[in-house]
């Protein structure tokens, strides 16, 4: 008894509090939004982990394949059932459309939804799958969808899914992810539900976010114009048009800090380099694109197509880019090709299209247009 009595004077005592009662609560409501709020943070802290680069390998070690599973599968509950919330359901659309890819067009991951986003032009659908897993979730369907964005924490809870669309309704839409997820179902799921839409840029393609002192932008390239559009990301209005840049059909973009990178859609592309500055007139902000560095996007073969997909790897100081000749390119910010790939199986044309890093393992995820499917490289 006195051995038990001393080990109970010099133990330790833990108390588990069951944090996801709040998780599934009403994010509107007030009581609850503060241990939401810090819980999410706990969790990022806890997810929080040494970011990886592209290491050039090119060894496929994934695939999601051109037909998927054709039938959805629960997410796992165990993670989150706020920003985690796909389940299964009887009520999925079984047209073809709904488990295979047409054409893809780009690829991105949301790591607080723990899900892979792609976007299918042709089969106007906007696919999820589970980001360990690659297993297929469920599908929306959307006009058109080309080139995605993700902003991370838009309200500080969820993510937002930003994308351009051909659609009657406008080009460019934002939506809660979370919110697509709980009604990813087609016949429940409203393209009129989203946060806001913008439909001055009457083309647009390549969409990337600058973060800036609390306060989102974004950067849109308009195709059929030598013009980026500067786009107020919580209201969706448009802050500023830069137009006459010296870019023939801008198309792919990418943005790290206050560095712009454009890709030109056309033979003979180029990759520009901006700087994006601001500065007051008249009581009012007044930004400016400055150009850096361009240089001839052109290997060791000398061919030069145009650039489709490009990515800035902050790890490796690379940039990486597709282009319509099926092939990926590495270069350095100086315009030195350092690696060059054909991405074409059995010499089928491929069209490698929208491209993603990711941040947490290094690897390079690939749309292959043609082949219709995404690879995921080392």
């Known amino acids: 008894m006195t051995n038990l009595q001393n080990y109970n004077d010099h133990a330790t005592w833990i108390t588990l509090i069951d944090l996801k009662t709040n998780i599934m609560s009403d994010v509107n409501d007030d009581t609850d939004s503060s241990d939401n709020s810090l819980f999410s943070k706990l969790k990022d802290k806890m997810r929080t982990q040494k970011k990886h680069g592209f290491a050039m390998n090119f060894k496929q070690v994934a695939m999601i394949p051109k037909v998927f599973s054709p039938r959805p599968v ?29 054409a893809p067009s780009d690829v991105k991951i949301s790591y607080t939804h723990q899900v892979i986003l792609v976007s299918d032009y042709s089969n106007m659908k906007i696919y999820f799958f589970k980001y ?35 659609s009657t309704l406008g080009t460019i839409f934002k939506f809660d992810l979370q919110q697509i997820l709980r009604t990813r179902d087609t016949s429940t799921f409203s393209k009129t539900s989203f946060i806001w839409k913008n439909n ?4 647009p393609r390549g969409i990337a976010l600058m973060r800036e002192n609390g306060t989102n932008v974004l950067l849109v390239t308009e195709f059929t114009s030598n013009t980026v559009f500067l786009i107020h990301a919580q209201t969706g209005t448009t802050i500023q048009k830069f137009t006459n840049l010296p870019i ?29 500055d601001k500065s007051m007139h008249d009581n009012r902000m007044v930004y400016s694109l400055n150009l850096v560095k361009k240089f001839r996007k052109a ?25 319509t000749d099926c092939r990926i390119q ?3 910010l100086d315009g030195h090709c350092v690696k060059s790939m ?37």
């Open 330 to 332: 590495v270069f350095t």
């Open 74 to 102: 629960a997410m796992d509950d165990s993670n989150n059932n706020d920003t985690n919330p796909i389940n299964e359901t009887d009520d999925q659309d079984d047209d073809e459309t709904e488990h295979s890819f047409r």
């Open 200 to 203: 001055d840029s009457k083309d």
């Open 248 to 276: 023939e059909s801008p198309y792919a973009i990418d943005v790290v800090d206050r560095t712009v990178m454009i890709g030109e859609y056309n033979y003979g592309s180029s990759i520009f380099i901006y700087t994006l």
């Open 342 to 378: 054909d991405t074409r199986i059995d010499e089928n044309n491929d069209n490698p299209d929208g491209l993603f890093i990711d941040e947490k393992t290094g690897e390079l995820y690939l749309c292959s247009y043609y082949a219709a499917c995404i690879r995921i490289y080392n």
């Open 299 to 323: 290997g060791d073969d000398g061919c030069n197509e145009s650039c489709q997909g490009l990515v800035f790897d902050p790890m490796t100081q690379y940039v990486v880019c597709t282009d």
């Open 132 to 166: 360990l897993e690659k297993t297929y979730v469920g599908s929306i369907g959307v006009d058109y969808p080309m080139y995605m964005c993700i902003e991370e924490k838009y309200n500080g809870l969820h993510d937002a899914l930003i994308f351009d669309s051909c």
